[in-house]
């Protein structure tokens, strides 16, 4: 049975996205391989599963079935966003207009929500208003700047600039010894979550090294998952705090050292610039460890 859907929605989405929301029962694996077998095609043509579907695109599935393509009852949890949560994420708001807002993402909470997760960003910003979105991710121990658009249209604009590379992003961490160079590039092949290779490139710069303990900026021109933590092990200078690739340090029990320290990036022909101060955990260790702390005005980002 050929079934023709004619796409009304007036904003663009990935043609997987659009089928799951159709039919929720369908996995990426089974979209993807019917896509391959030209099962699934877009305006009468081969496709891929990023592609975008348009306004007026028609969608034609040429081996529908009811018993392939169904429905199935998503039970979804009742997420309650306490006061104290909502408090603290107003507090962390660095920027906003009617537009954007900028937030100073705190540690121990997820970005995103997931089958272990009970609070994330995702969910308090929802709460706030319902067109509020993420543009960009931050692993949960991670802290710093994270961007979110308060309407599809900022969405789309901030999905493209970091798609095109035009936000530039600096992290600061702290770090196990120190790596050969001052200051370089590094070009590491990463596999991602379903084992395949993708390549990475950061720059980084060497800020003071004191007690076997090394600052480090970070300004990755790729954004692969833990890229900045593979990075480090890969220099020999694995992060402070990193349970994963630094399990073994005698400082893995301190909480992750890594923080997403500015965003620059250009709106509306002006050239901005946030900037999120190291969090209280960062200033402690500095402070416990005799190490010296890096003022603001002391790192060059125009530097790399």
């Given amino acids: 049975m050929i079934k023709n859907?004619?796409?009304?929605?007036?904003?663009?989405?990935?043609?997987?996205?659009?089928l799951k929301n159709l039919y929720t029962s369908l996995t990426q694996s089974f979209i993807e391989k019917n896509i391959r077998k030209k099962n699934i095609l877009i305006n009468n043509r081969r496709t891929t599963s990023n592609y975008l579907v348009k306004f007026n695109d028609n969608l034609s599935i040429l081996n529908f079935h009811d018993q392939l393509y169904k429905n199935r009852i998503i039970y979804k949890k009742n997420i309650k966003i306490s006061k104290k949560d909502l408090i603290k994420f107003n507090k962390s708001i660095i920027f906003q207009n009617n537009d954007f807002l900028v937030?100073?993402?705190?540690?121990?909470?997820?970005?995103q929500g997931g089958s272990k997760i009970n609070i994330s960003i995702d969910h308090i910003i929802k709460t706030i208003n319902s067109n509020y979105r993420l543009v960009h991710r931050l692993d949960k121990q991670t802290t710093g700047l994270?961007?979110?658009?308060?309407?599809?249209?900022?969405?789309?604009?901030?999905?493209?600039?970091?798609?095109?590379?035009?936000?530039?992003?600096?992290?600061?961490?702290?770090?196990?010894?120190?790596?050969?160079?001052?200051?370089?590039?590094?070009?590491?092949?990463?596999?991602?979550?379903?084992?395949?290779?993708?390549?990475?490139?950061?720059?980084?710069?060497?800020?003071?090294?004191?007690?076997?303990?090394?600052?480090?900026?970070?300004?990755?021109k790729t954004g692969k998952t833990h890229q900045l933590r593979i990075v480090s092990k890969n220099l020999g200078c694995p992060i402070i705090g990193d349970k994963k690739y630094n399990a073994l340090s005698k400082l893995r029990k301190e909480k992750l050292m890594l923080h997403a320290y500015s965003l620059k990036f250009s709106i509306n022909n002006k050239l901005v610039e946030y900037v999120a101060d190291l969090p209280d955990h960062f200033i402690t260790f500095i402070k416990e460890n005799n190490l010296t702390l890096i003022k603001n005005s002391q790192i060059y980002l125009d530097s790399f």
């Fill in 103 to 111: 937030l100073n993402k705190w540690d121990e909470i997820a970005t």
């Fill in 5 to 18: 859907i004619k796409i009304k929605e007036n904003y663009e989405v990935r043609l997987d996205k659009y």
């Fill in 146 to 220: 994270l961007l979110i658009a308060k309407n599809l249209k900022y969405a789309k604009y901030f999905s493209t600039l970091f798609k095109k590379k035009y936000i530039k992003k600096f992290y600061i961490a702290l770090c196990e010894g120190a790596p050969k160079n001052k200051m370089s590039q590094v070009n590491l092949i990463i596999k991602n979550k379903k084992l395949k290779t993708e390549n990475s490139i950061t720059n980084y710069k060497l800020l003071n090294t004191k007690n076997g303990i090394s600052q480090l900026l970070y300004n990755p």
